[in-house]
């Protein structure tokens, strides 16, 4: 009888998002994630670019199904927070902090705590580190060297647009693409697949993956 060997499942690629969550109106007391318009537009950037990089997995081998998880970043209740907090940064594999206070000149506190203990975990070495701020915001002394992505928000709501939105999904989607590499989650390539090795081939391949008048199957060679 042959025994039937079973592969272990990679861990999947962990995304945890920290910003200063929209305050509730007053007769309001919790504002849930779904109304909450700022981590709606975070979410959609953010999930639109891991969608980007699975449609390209699939392109270099069916059998390859990507597992990319997006969360806000908050404790769990019945523990201590710090606690929890630690462990799920520990884990992240990238890590978006939007330092922005509630006004231009203030940064969040809670949000630096996490994005130091980020830092002291050494996710910026690995390029797991994303910060964003507000066009005109405050930005720390402390972390000059590091890049930000500014954004701008809009006047009737909290929902953001970045100032390069190009080249913050461009970075993010190398990031993961990385990631997914060194766990071996790409698979080998297909006969029929550009090797992504560069960011122009990566841009041309997302954008056949992505256009419906392009799905059509490619001839191997």
């Given at each position: 009888?042959?025994?039937?060997?079973?592969?272990?499942?990679?861990?999947?690629?962990?995304?945890?998002?920290?910003?200063?969550?929209?305050k509730?109106?007053?007769?309001?007391?919790?504002?849930?994630?779904?109304s909450?318009?700022?981590?709606?537009?975070?979410?959609?950037?953010?999930?639109?670019?891991?969608?980007?990089?699975?449609?390209?997995?699939?392109?270099?081998?069916?059998?390859?199904?990507?597992?990319?998880?997006?969360?806000?970043?908050?404790g769990?209740?019945?523990?201590?927070?710090?606690?929890?907090?630690?462990?799920?940064?520990?884990?992240?594999?990238?890590?978006?902090?939007?330092?922005?206070?509630?006004?231009?000149?203030?940064?969040?506190?809670?949000?630096?705590?996490?994005?130091?203990?980020?830092?002291?975990?050494g996710?910026?070495?690995?390029?797991?580190?994303?910060?964003?701020?507000?066009?005109?915001?405050?930005?720390?002394?402390?972390?000059?060297?590091?890049?930000?992505?500014?954004?701008?928000?809009?006047?009737?709501?909290?929902?953001?647009?970045?100032?390069?939105?190009?080249?913050?999904?461009?970075?993010?989607?190398?990031s993961?693409?990385?990631?997914?590499?060194?766990?071996?989650?790409?698979?080998?390539?297909?006969?029929?697949?550009v090797?992504?090795?560069?960011?122009?081939?990566?841009?041309?391949?997302?954008?056949?993956?992505?256009?419906?008048?392009?799905?059509?199957?490619?001839?191997?060679?």
């Amino acid at each position: 009888m042959i025994e039937a060997k079973t592969m272990s499942k990679p861990f999947p690629i962990q995304v945890f998002v920290s910003y200063e969550w929209t305050k509730p109106e007053k007769d309001e007391k919790h504002l849930l994630p779904n109304s909450d318009p700022k981590w709606q537009s975070l979410r959609k950037i953010l999930e639109d670019v891991a969608n980007e990089v699975k449609e390209l997995a699939k392109r270099r081998s069916n059998s390859v199904q990507l597992d990319i998880r997006v969360n806000r970043l908050r404790g769990r209740h019945g523990s201590l927070l710090i606690h929890t907090l630690r462990e799920r940064i520990q884990r992240a594999d990238i890590f978006v902090a939007d330092i922005a206070g509630s006004t231009l000149d203030t940064c969040n506190s809670n949000v630096m705590i996490e994005l130091g203990m980020t830092l002291a975990y050494g996710k910026l070495e690995s390029n797991g580190i994303y910060v964003l701020s507000p066009v005109n915001g405050k930005k720390p002394s402390d972390l000059n060297g590091i890049l930000y992505t500014e954004y701008d928000l809009a006047k009737d709501n909290d929902s953001m647009k970045l100032v390069d939105n190009n080249g913050f999904r461009a970075a993010l989607r190398t990031s993961i693409i990385d990631i997914a590499r060194d766990r071996g989650m790409f698979g080998p390539p297909n006969e029929a697949t550009v090797e992504l090795d560069d960011e122009e081939n990566a841009n041309k391949e997302i954008a056949k993956a992505t256009s419906p008048r392009q799905r059509t199957p490619t001839k191997s060679i």
